[in-house]
C-alpha cells in the first residue's frame, strides 16, 4: 500500500511554543490529506481536510487560528499548533487519500505539551 | 452528520477461535465503510474496506459484512493469532467522486485480545 510519514513522530514542547507536525505522502500524490486528534483510548476524531493549494476546511469546533493547516504540495500538509498548553497534549494522524479514494494513515505524532 | 456505533469495546479470545466485530451507521448517503487496525503509538492501518455495491468482501482471515437496509456491517476475522491483538476501527463515509477523496466518521474501537 501507499505510504504516508509523519515527523516528529513524538514532540515535546513547552507551553505558549508553537510547534509544526508534517504529513508527506512518500510513493503517490494526495491532492486531499487529513488530520484527526486522538485521546487515550478513544477513537480518531476528524479536525480539518487540507486541500493542495487551498484553505483548509476545520470541522466545527476546532480553532482554525489554533490549528494551522498549510497544504503547499501534493505531498506534503502541515499542522502547526501555535501557542500550544497542556490541554493540547495528543495524538495527532494525518492521513492521504489514494488514487482509488482509500484513506492511508501516517504513523501519528505524539505531542505533550510541560 | 454520520454516527457510528462500535460493539463490543473489549473483546477476547483464544488463539485460532474466530472474533467478531459489529458497527452500526446513522447516515444512508454512506457508501464506503474501511475497517482499520491500530497497534499501539501507531497510526490506523486499512486491513479491508466494503463500498455500498457488495454485501461481502473477504480477504484471506479477514471479512467484511454489509447489512445497507439495516445499517450495520461486520467485521469477521478467523483463526485468530496473537499478532492480531490491536485494536480495530470501522468507519463509514462517502465516496465523493467529484472530490475524489472519502470523508469517513470512525466508530469507538474495539480492542481485541487474542490469548495464546
Sequence with gaps: GAVVSQHPSWVICKSGTSVKIECRSLDFQATTMFWYRQFPKQSLMLMATS????????????????????HASLTLSTLTVTSAHPEDSSFYICSAAGYAGELFFGEGSRLTVL | GENVEQHPSTLSVQEGD???????????????????????????????????????????????????TAKHFSLHITETQPEDSAVYFCAAGSDLYSGGYQKVTFGTGTKLQVIP
Design chain 1, 51 to 70: 486541500n493542495e493549494g487551498s484553505k483548509a476546511t476545520y470541522e466545527q469546533g476546532v480553532e482554525k487560528d489554533k490549528f494551522l493547516i498549510n
Design chain 2, 18 to 68: 474466530s472474533a467478531v466485530i459489529k458497527c452500526t451507521y446513522s447516515d444512508s448517503a454512506s457508501n464506503y465503510f474501511p475497517w482499520y487496525k491500530q497497534e499501539l503509538g501507531k497510526g490506523p492501518q486499512l486491513i479491508i474496506d466494503i463500498r455500498s455495491n457488495v454485501g461481502e468482501k473477504k480477504d484471506q482471515r479477514i471479512a467484511v459484512t454489509l447489512n445497507k
